[in-house]
């Protein structure tokens, strides 16, 4: 497994699409800090950088790019061929990958959202939305990890669910709330630094439950479909 790891990681920093990772935490930070410094009200400024931009934007993008990119690259490349003829278990090869995309995600996303919080209003709320975007960061990872192995077009498809679903029909659709990795990340952020900044309609368990669900789900899909896949790296 630490080979794979080895592997993913290598690729992933190797690719130019990890580039693609620093404008937006760049924009969150510098809002933020312009924000204080001209002395805006957290009031006004701290729901638009943090959840609008932080997690509604930064966060489900940043591992959009990172998630479809760990192993769907590998298969539209054909590099897939040699890590799968080694004799791993799938979940060998999925786990890792995995792991890579979430410790990235979050470590690209967790960051400046910290120190947005601490300066939007306290060391707690920034600690809050580090852990709470890990958590997201994880849910996504496997979302998206999963989406690239069902689809040719994850990107295109992670898109659709992050724009539309969360965040068109979950500003207008209270129903949509609940299915929403954005609306869990919040609560959670939310149970663990209480605000004024964060607000959701979705419950802290509810968010809990949801958030391991779908971790845990999009994983075993994702071994179950890899195992579909021959040395060619088609589906058979």
Known sequence: MSTVTW?????????????????LPALLLALA?????????????????????????????????IGTGVLGAEIDDGTVVHILTKPLPRWQIVLPKLAVATGVSA???????????????SVRLGLALAAASALGAL??????????????????????????????????V???????????????????APTDLLGTTVSVPVAGVLTALLAAGCTVLAVDRLRSFSVAGETS
Request: net charge positive; proline share 5%; charged share 10%.
């Open 139 to 172: 849910a996504y990872s496997a979302l998206f990890l999963a989406l690239s192995l069902l689809t040719r077009r994850p990107v295109l498809l992670g898109l659709v669910y992050v724009l539309i679903w969360e965040g068109l029909l979950g500003r207008f």
């Open 33 to 65: 800090i312009l924000s204080r410094s001209l002395g805006v009200d957290p009031g006004q400024w701290g729901p638009a950088v943090l959840v609008g931009l932080g997690l509604a934007v930064v966060l489900p993008v940043v591992s959009l790019i």
């Open 107 to 121: 470590a690209t996303v967790a960051v400046p959202l910290y120190v947005a919080g601490v300066l939007a209003h």
């Open 7 to 23: 592997i993913t990681a290598r690729g992933l920093f190797g690719r130019r699409r990890f580039l693609l990772l620093l404008p």
């Open 174 to 192: 209270d129903g949509t709330k609940v299915l929403s990795v954005q609306q869990w990340v919040i609560a959670l952020a939310d149970r663990m």
